[in-house]
């Protein structure tokens, strides 16, 4: 129960952290997506970068992203200005994620937008004399940058802090949440950095008045890149002019100061009250108690149900669609073949021999195409993927309606979610890829309301944006 402030900060703590199945599923989406490039293009090189590699990401993971490198041939270089190299990347994503929301080019990556966070793929090259080059279709040239040294920079940082580092950083980036995203996300990461450099963190309370004080004076200021290449990061994003952002931290820093003044003298729920203003949501209320799950986590969970289940439901439409299709094909082939088989077979004793010989051409070939193209086995396999979508989805639905309602036993609802997005990403693994025409053709059917039951009648239907 969050009647202390060191109680209250832990909540903070774990609020904003990304929950084991958005690592999990992150984890293996960002995979997913290298192995999609590798396929297509000569990868020497690829790594996760930004907040997910520094460990610095908050949640929600809805409005963060997960940054990929990919290090290319030096071949590309030489074929592919900045914007036709993204272009190509685009292309290639494309193959994959037929079904993906959005795939979109985006100043030096390729972003795609799946329904619960993002993933930007960065094309890079090996630069000489070290680090990178990376393309930028706005300038139509290359930018020299190294986020390696970023990544290596925040763990040697919060080593020395003894890893009291990297949960301050994060308590920053929930207040700038707070507030509206007023600052360049990673630039206050390195503020934090500078502001702290050689001295200790005591507690988090006074790391982080100490953080809203020095800042005050630190944001008038652009910092340089770490990487050494000449670049500086400017930290203004949602803020039109230095006051206004001397204003914020001076705003933080006085409520940071009546908090612990409060702290200090007794007033424990004052205090959380203070630093509540700080944070938002992401702080606990006063008495607010740990072990019962809050409406705001069980709407979250149930928000993350439903992605699940309406994934599973343009899932399985799409492989019965798919299905339709090669059940149709053998039709269509195969009687006509049985029939010329049967023609052939009377040319052959009367007086019609080159007849009978052309008929039996043709039986030959289209036997061989069905052969070939197996369409029987094609439409098992997508029957057989759209019924245990459909199982999954009604599995899904009992979840979110059911036993989520009953139960306040957070842990064990999130590590339930977690079996079934797991179960959803190995059935896509396992399945045939559903044609893109199949899944228009769903996606009309679905929007048309071919697949609301009755009783949900009054419910609205189920939109997705492809």
Not at 54 to 60: E, K, W
Not at 103 to 112: D, L, Y
Request: with cysteine; hydrophobic share 40%; proline share 3%.
């Amino acid at each position: 129960m969050a009647t202390t402030i060191a109680a209250a900060f832990q909540k903070l703590k774990e609020n904003i952290e990304i929950t084991g199945l958005q690592k999990s599923t992150a984890s293996t989406r960002q995979q997913n997506v290298r192995e999609a490039v590798e396929r297509e293009m000569t990868v020497l090189d690829s790594f996760l970068t930004g907040s997910y590699a520094r460990s610095t990401l908050i949640s929600p993971l809805s409005e963060a992203d997960v940054d990929i490198f990919m290090v290319l041939s030096s071949s590309y270089y030489q074929s592919f200005k900045p914007d036709a190299l993204l272009d190509k990347v685009k292309s290639v994503l494309l193959k994959t994620y037929l079904t993906s929301p959005k795939i979109s080019r985006n100043g030096q990556a390729v972003t795609i937008t799946f329904t619960d966070f993002k993933v930007d793929v960065v094309p890079a090259f090996n630069r000489q004399g070290g680090g990178y080059l990376i393309p930028n279709s706005v300038t139509k040239g290359y930018i020299s940058t190294n986020p390696k040294t970023h990544v290596e920079l925040m763990a040697a940082e919060n080593l020395w802090h003894g890893s009291d580092l990297v949960p301050l950083v994060k308590m920053v980036k929930a207040w700038n949440r707070n507030i509206g995203k007023a600052f360049v996300s990673f630039y206050l990461e390195l503020m934090v950095i500078n502001v702290l450099k050689g001295i200790k963190i005591l507690d988090i309370t006074s790391g982080m008045r100490f953080f809203f004080d020095k800042g005050r004076e630190a944001i008038k200021y652009s910092i340089i890149d770490p990487v050494g290449y000449g670049g500086e990061i400017n930290g203004f994003e949602n803020v039109l002019n230095v006051g206004e952002a001397v204003t914020r931290f001076e705003t933080a820093y006085t409520r940071a100061v009546k908090a612990e003044g409060f702290a200090s003298s007794g007033y424990t729920q004052l205090a959380v009250e203070e630093w509540r203003k700080i944070f938002g949501d992401y702080f606990p209320a006063y008495g607010e108690e740990d072990g019962k799950m809050g409406n705001e986590i069980k709407d979250k969970i149930i928000s993350e149900a439903k992605r699940i289940e309406e994934d599973c439901l343009f899932s399985s439409k799409g492989h019965f669609e798919a299905a339709r299709l090669w059940s149709s094909f053998h039709f269509w082939i195969g009687i006509p073949t049985v029939v010329i088989a049967a023609v052939a077979g009377a040319l052959a004793f009367s007086n019609w021999p080159i007849c009978a010989g052309i008929l039996s051409l043709l039986v030959t070939a289209s036997t061989a195409v069905i052969t070939f193209v197996n369409p029987n086995e094609k439409a098992s396999a997508h029957h057989k993927a759209g019924t245990i979508y459909n199982s999954l989805r009604s599995d899904v639905r009992l979840f979110y309606e059911v036993e989520v309602a009953q139960s306040d036993d957070s842990q064990k609802l999130t590590d339930e979610l977690e079996s079934v997005s797991k179960q959803r990403s190995k059935l896509g693994e396992d399945s045939p890829q559903v044609p893109r025409w199949a899944y228009q053709k769903a996606k009309t059917g679905i929007e048309s309301g071919e697949a609301t039951y009755q009783v949900d009648s009054s419910r609205p239907k189920t939109k997705k944006s492809r």
